[in-house]
């Protein structure tokens, strides 16, 4: 116990101060070229594939070796110095309570070799590092880790070794040594192996449909390889063979995944550095060969589904037909529960669609249906079932004949251990004919939205949907546009603003200077929702650049991958 318990305006003055060293470190971080950001555990987790633990009980903890948080990773500053406002009520309270007889509660701590991330205490140890202490009361769990992580390598090497152990995986489920030994497929970025494999799995499904006989794997790998991985690496050899020299650090199956990734914009692209058109001529041309052809993207035109759905409707719900897609996660039927009586209050119909390969997916679809009528009947929203067994999945099942397709973050991780049915949420998106709300496992609530707007195509998609969401179901809305070179500007807020009050809705409007580094204009979009304790943010699938650099993920990406709410993303 303390001889001195500090007042509210005591306590008021160290959080000030406390968010003084949060700027103060956040601006030593950028000059040094480095992040302030504590480390995210579920990233840490998903990259190092931690799953054994094991439980050390109460014990000190060293406070300097705590490098990130389970949950409020944002929040703070790899220091643990508070960097929103909106935690003075709470930091204000634990510091007047840590000098009290009682003191705090222990913290809880994840430990990965010898660091720690918080999963229950970030204000506790936020106040206990403001007060200069060594350690702090935790009870620790420990999750094995692949390798020694310490304070010095925690931020190099949680990549290297996840690229190492996915190249592992990659080598050993495809056989690649021994079916193509003179193949040399190295990436230089973690999760492009899993995209790999999903680039495996595609061809082999539409041969066995045209042949109507099963691939097997290996037979798979090599279709993948000979037909669709070698074409267009040698495409890109033979147009530009200079080409990987002016990108050190990046291969050529890197080049492959992004030339995949962004065909289509490549192929339009009047202001892309001719280097790259030129491969991406080449890359478009092979598309002649019959094989290859599966790859050409049918993504639809911004606008699409308003005016080939919504306007033909006239009155009537603006989501009247959504998509769900079911498997057996906890996750996924909270998913059904929030939204069914949403669906009822409003007139939507709820579409549940199973996906499976075996025969025992056949009664587990029969089970899925009765639960998932149960829950529509019980909420009284309309509804219908569909199964695909031995389909190709849930991308081609949201190309058509939906106004709103649902996911649950996370579930696109799960998908992705299985190769052969692997989805990311990135490909429904691409294969969706309609919005797709990506909804958050901690706030899958609606009431605060964020809308990003640029002024695309897409973007007014997504402020035409705001303006619904506001109108109808009551969410409150803030707009916010990022500056970008020339292409945007205040005016573009303006012009979003005005067509709102048209509509009758009154909405904060914010014009924001997009932060240092590539993903700027992404951090700008979610620091704002963090500061706004937004729910959802509505953003257009187009990006915000007007050229998309090589290897650098788009905006939509880093929202859905760093986004701490839901995320509804329009074309």
């Not at 999750?143 to 690229?163: K, M």
């Not at 929203?381 to 939906?402: C, H, K, L, N, P």
């Amino acid at each position: 116990m303390s001889e001195h318990l500090p007042s509210g305006s005591e306590a008021h003055s160290k959080f000030d101060h406390a968010k003084r060293q949060a700027m103060v470190e956040s601006l030593v971080a950028l000059l040094r070229g480095r992040s302030d950001d504590l480390l995210s555990f579920d990233d840490v987790q998903r990259k190092l594939g931690l799953h054994i633990t094991r439980e050390h009980g109460l014990q000190q903890a060293p406070l300097d070796q705590i490098v990130g948080s389970a949950g409020k990773f944002r929040d703070f500053t790899r220091s643990f110095w508070p960097r929103n406002e909106r935690l003075r009520e709470r930091w204000k309270w634990i510091y007047v309570a840590a000098h009290d007889f009682h003191g705090l509660p222990p913290v809880e701590l994840y430990q990965v070799g010898e660091v720690f991330f918080v999963k229950d205490g970030n204000h506790r140890v936020s106040v206990a590092r403001a007060l200069g202490s060594k350690t702090i009361e935790a009870y620790v769990t420990e999750f094995l880790s692949p390798a020694p992580l310490t304070v010095d390598n925690v931020d190099s090497d949680i990549d290297s070794l996840a690229l190492q152990m996915e190249r592992e995986r990659f080598l050993g489920r495809t056989r690649l040594p021994e079916l193509r030994p003179n193949a040399a497929i190295e990436l230089s970025q973690p999760g492009g192996y899993a995209t790999l494999l999903e680039h495996i799995a595609v061809p082999a499904y539409v041969l066995s449909q045209q042949q109507g006989r099963p691939v097997d794997w290996d037979e798979a790998v090599g279709l993948w390889y000979d037909d669709v991985y070698l074409p267009v690496v040698r495409s890109i050899r033979a147009s530009q063979p200079d080409l990987l020299r002016r990108y050190p650090g990046r291969s050529e199956a890197d080049l492959y995944l992004w030339l995949m990734e962004h065909r289509d914009a490549l192929a339009q692209e009047p202001d892309l550095e001719p280097a790259l058109a030129a491969a991406a001529r080449q890359f478009v041309e092979a598309m002649g060969n019959p094989r290859l052809r599966w790859l050409v993207n049918t993504r639809s035109k911004p606008g699409t589904w308003r005016t080939q759905r919504v306007l033909p409707r006239g009155d009537g719900p603006l989501f009247a037909d959504i998509l769900l897609l079911l498997d057996q996660a906890p996750a996924t039927w909270q998913t059904v529960a929030d939204l069914a009586p949403l669906a009822a209050r409003v007139g939507s119909r709820l579409h549940g669609l199973w996906s499976g390969q075996s025969l025992e997916d056949y009664s587990r679809a029969g089970a899925a249906m009765q639960r998932f009528a149960g829950v529509c009947q019980t909420h009284g929203a309309a509804w219908q079932f569909r199964a695909e067994i031995g389909g190709s999945g849930d991308q081609d099942a949201v190309t058509g004949g939906y106004d709103l397709v649902v996911l649950r973050q996370g579930e696109a991780e799960a998908r992705r251990q299985d190769e052969m049915l692997g989805t990311q949420i990135q490909g429904v998106i691409r294969r969706a004919a309609c919005p797709v709300l990506v909804l958050s496992a901690q706030r899958p609530r609606l009431s605060r939205a964020l809308l990003a707007y640029d002024g695309s195509l897409s973007a007014e998609e997504a402020l035409y949907v705001a303006a619904h969401l506001a109108a109808v179901w009551e969410t409150r809305l803030v707009v916010v546009t990022v500056e970008e070179h020339a292409r945007t500007s205040s005016a573009t807020l303006d012009a979003a603003l005005s067509y709102l009050r048209q509509q009758g809705i009154d909405a904060r409007g914010f014009f924001k200077a997009a932060l240092p580094g590539s993903a700027g204009v992404a951090q700008s979009i979610l620091q704002l929702a963090a500061e706004q304790g937004s729910d959802l943010i509505l953003l257009g699938d187009s990006g915000y650049s007007p050229f998309v650099e090589l290897f650098v993920r788009s905006t939509v990406d880093h929202v859905l991958r760093e986004a701490g709410c839901s995320v509804l993303v329009c074309e």
